[in-house]
């Protein structure tokens, strides 16, 4: 499943996707309307990856992304 945020402020208008696969966290941000940059990161276990994923979004959060449906 992919998680999309969102972030429109100022000058900014920029998202940010995570989805994990198993043992892998795959992340996708840029600017609204571009495809963006595409990040593969595998972990030792499944455990981990679902930990680092909840980090993540945690500080998406707190930057002041806001979860929104995929496109």
Request: charged letters at 25%; glycine letters at 8%; a positive charge.
């Amino acid at each position: 499943m992919i998680r999309r945020f969102e972030f429109v402020g100022g000058n900014s208008a920029k998202y940010w996707e995570i989805s994990q696969q198993s043992q892998s966290v795959t992340v996708r941000y840029g600017r609204l309307g571009t495809p963006g940059q595409l990040q593969v990161k595998d972990f030792p276990s499944e455990e981990a990856a679902k930990e680092h994923v909840a980090k993540l979004v945690a500080a998406k959060q707190k930057k002041g992304y806001q979860e929104c449906a995929v496109r």
